[in-house]
């Protein structure tokens, strides 16, 4: 990938992981950046073309795609945590974490797939986690959320085989943001999973895993899982 031929979107560009994303293509010479977010009066990054996009409204994900109709780099960053549980937890929380994740990932994807089959094939990236394959207390909706974006992201890279799309997973533990205020562990610096992202497209990598832990996660699950799961209550006391 030669990043100065590409015009990229990004959803959630307003803070955290997404504004890094932002600044990132910036300094590798994009032609243009669309940054979108549910408040664009939210979004102060300069040099950018500023759109709304609300993964929850099906509406705002049309109009982006019909304004930014020559975009090859689409970026699905955009994302929330409700801490619900999954027993005892208020339903309308749990299907919050679906809708906005798979739900509007999805129609984010479905929606922006005839633009970059237009435009060469182009990219899709989406930022997933090291929770798309385990949980942890306080992540029940969250980590299932992730775990079907992560299977969906794997079902249209088939699909969009065909039109030359290349569809990227990207996960990471946790990163130094507001969604992870009042998390005590280790955490990276948002903008690692920008260049580690940007690093694997530039090589065509399908998959990215931009942490320690999040490799250390993946490897697991070829064990059993009892083994994991004891050292992680271990290590939460």
Do not use: C
Not at 28 to 50: C, L, N, Q
Not at 67 to 75: E, F
Not at 176 to 205: F, K, N, S
């Amino acid at each position: 990938m030669i990043f100065t031929d590409q015009v990229a979107l990004v959803t959630g560009a307003n803070r955290g992981i997404g504004r890094q994303f932002v600044d990132e293509l910036r300094a590798r010479g994009v032609k243009k950046i669309y940054a979108t977010a549910r408040r664009p009066e939210s979004i102060d990054a300069p040099g950018v073309d500023v759109l709304r996009l609300d993964l929850t409204d099906h509406a705002s994900i049309v109009a982006a795609a019909r304004d930014a109709s020559d975009v090859t780099l689409l970026i699905n960053n955009a994302g929330i945590s409700t801490g619900t549980p999954l027993v005892t937890g208020d339903l309308a929380g749990i299907r919050r974490e679906l809708d906005t994740h798979f739900w509007g990932t999805l129609d984010v994807i479905r929606e922006f797939a005839p633009v970059l089959a237009a435009n060469g094939g182009g990219s899709i990236s989406n930022v997933l986690s090291a929770l798309s394959w385990f949980q942890a207390p306080g992540n029940g909706a969250y980590g299932v959320a992730k775990a079907a974006e992560w299977n969906m992201t794997n079902a249209v890279r088939q699909e969009l085989a065909g039109q030359n799309t290349l569809v990227q997973g990207v996960h990471l533990g946790a990163a130094d943001t507001d969604i992870m205020a009042g998390y005590q562990g280790a955490m990276i610096h948002p903008r690692e999973v920008a260049r580690a992202t940007l690093d694997g497209l530039a090589t065509g990598a399908i998959e990215v895993i931009v942490d320690d832990w999040s490799a250390m996660v993946k490897a697991s699950l070829a064990g059993d899982p009892r083994v994991f799961y004891d050292k992680l209550n271990a290590q939460l006391g």
